[in-house]
T-cell receptor, first 112, second 114 residues
Framework: DAGVTQSPTHLIKTRGQQVTLRCSPKSGHDTVSWYQQALGQGPQFIFQYYEEEERQRGNFPDRFSGHQFPNYSSELNVNALLLGDSALYLC???????????FGEGSRLTVL | AQSVAQPEDQVNVAEGNPLTVKCTYSVSGNPYLFWYVQYPNRGLQFLLKYITGDNLVKGSYGFEAEFNKSQTSFHLKKPSALVSDSALYFCAVRDLYGNNRLAFGKGNQVVVIP
């Protein structure tokens, strides 16, 4: 049983560019949450998707957007990248909106 | 807003000695508290959680945590540390909005010295 998988594992972008990160949830899970973990910090909640809609959103600007597909996989998009967007982006899935979170290994984004 | 604090940046402990990683919380209502561990270049792994019931919670890999309401603490403990326990440990609390929205502490680096 595959756990939460994320791609790509590492990527480098320049300021102003756009990036798309992808997440496949654990089998049987229908809810996906995204977190940003800056270097030396704890993860910060970005948003949560359930039934293909954004259900909760943290304190992140509109440059951060997402999508959930009918197969429950999800994408995180960040537009107009800033140096401060450099971080490890973690995807977590759960069986429902209150179930235990299972995290993927993350996508490390470096913005130059 | 719900929050947790991890007052120490790094915890050093000799292999075989007891390990304690501290966490205090600030919440409205009943706290839902979690501990996660992160190994280098890896995602977060769930260790244990407290929702209600016994104040001593047992989790994965021999870890346990003690919930103390009067001290608003949720310290992580292991009776005998292993070198392989060296990692980054995060305390977290479920946000007031629920729905698995967690607020994490800044993390504690644990170094177990052989």
């Amino acid at each position: 049983d595959a756990g939460v998988t994320q791609s790509p594992t590492h990527l480098i972008k320049t300021r102003g560019q756009q990036v798309t990160l992808r997440c496949s949830p654990k089998s049987g899970h229908d809810t996906v949450s995204w977190y940003q973990q800056a270097l030396g910090q704890g993860p910060q909640f970005i948003f949560q998707y359930y039934e293909e809609e954004e259900r909760q959103r943290g304190n992140f600007p509109d440059r951060f957007s997402g999508h959930q597909f009918p197969n429950y996989s999800s994408e995180l998009n960040v537009n107009a990248l800033l140096l401060g967007d450099s971080a490890l982006y973690l995807c977590a899935s759960s069986r429902d909106r209150n179930g235990e979170l299972f995290f993927g290994e993350g996508s490390r984004l470096t913005v130059l | 807003a719900q929050s947790v604090a991890q007052p120490e940046d790094q915890v050093n402990v000799a292999e075989g000695n007891p390990l304690t990683v501290k966490c205090t919380y600030s919440v409205s209502g009943n706290p839902y508290l979690f501990w996660y561990v992160q190994y280098p270049n890896r995602g977060l792994q769930f260790l244990l959680k407290y929702i209600t019931g016994d104040n001593l919670v047992k989790g994965s890999y021999g870890f346990e945590a003690e919930f103390n309401k009067s001290q608003t603490s949720f310290h992580l403990k292991k009776p005998s540390a292993l070198v392989s326990d060296s990692a980054l440990y995060f305390c977290a609390v479920r946000d007031l909005y629920g729905n698995n929205r967690l607020a994490f502490g800044k993390g504690n680096q644990v170094v177990v010295i052989p």
